[in-house]
């Protein structure tokens, strides 16, 4: 039997192959910012965090205010044996009075600065759920990207094993090909048939997470995601470094954690002076015997003692003690930023690098590899396990050469939430 269209079909179909892992039709950036729209204006912990957010501005507003004042009613001086007459004794009266309780200078804007601090605090803690919600949106759609990309070339995988296998099984009826070879390509196209069932698996659960993520029910369907642009970085570790301490929510928040410390400190030490309170009473008298019974007033103020110093002292070191919590926390993130920058920039060079080898030198080779070992197998120079191990090899770049584009993406995305901005896109196709 003549393999000559056996190879020429193999070659039609890993031409088709090549240009859908080299073609990108489109940017697919509009439809995934759709989704991240979505899932910024769903999301239910998002919702949640924006709550908590009004809450703490909400209790703002109240802090530093006045405490109601005292109103008060009474009589005075009243008889036992007459409670109700107000004319038989000089000394009895009814007495109308008002109170407010008023701190020491100062403590009622310190008070508020903290609150309004707090609420800060809680702003850009908001922030940066929104920004780790829509890390994990782009992550898992670049990983829906690369199963998507899989599954249709391991599907083209298993219709050339198929046609491998009818070929070998007619070569082996003619006596010019071994029984092993019929049993090794059925071995590889079950193990093909093995990743399209994981694959497509995987690929129900990276929608029921992406649906999740957007507040969509789980079994909602989610279009095929076929196009994917790389965009290369080259800005420096400091560069970045300055747009996450500049745009970084988390880095605004501790920041704003060490200034409510700092107001903290300053507020218990106002509570080594003491509070007031201002009464003032009017008592009305009626005329009794020969006494013009006149009205009486009363003005007071009165104070507490601060004497109870070791609790102050525990106050101001309890204030101390959260200002060095958070300005250590925000030193660390600082360090774990730059940390994060230099990693994420070294493994997105290497991804990018792959990518282009893939897509440049491997593949093109690999398709190479493959035409000469089945001329080499039709003039019996060389035998069936050539053509099936080029094949798989094959097969195996053009799945990597996906998954270093998807990996790249999602590191990109991974290093925007560490930044705390989107990146610059500069685009670049994957394709030639």
Known sequence: MNPTPLRTYLSALIVLALCAAGAVAADPSAALETLVQEGLANNPEVHASQARWDMLREKAAQAGTLDDPMVMFRIQNALVNDPFAFDKDPMTGKVVGISQEIPFAGKRALARQAADQEAEAERWQFEERRIELTRMIKENYYRIFYVDQALPIVARNIQVLDDLIRFTETMYGVGKALQQDVLKAQVERSKMEDMQIALQQQRRSLAALLNSLLYRPAENELPVVRDVTIVPLTASIDELAALAQENRPLVKRLAAQVEKGKTGQALAQKEYYPDFNVAF????????????????????????????RQRRHAMVAEAMAETNMASHELNMLRNTIRQSIADSLARLERNRRMAELYRSAIIPQANGALDAAMAAYRVGKADFMNVLDSRMALFDYERQYFEAVAEHQMLLAQLEGVVGVALPPVERSTGK
């Open 281 to 308: 009473e009017y008592m009305q008298r009626d005329p009794v015997m020969e006494e013009p019974g006149d009205d009486m007033y009363s003005l007071g103020v009165s104070f507490n003692l601060p004497i109870n």
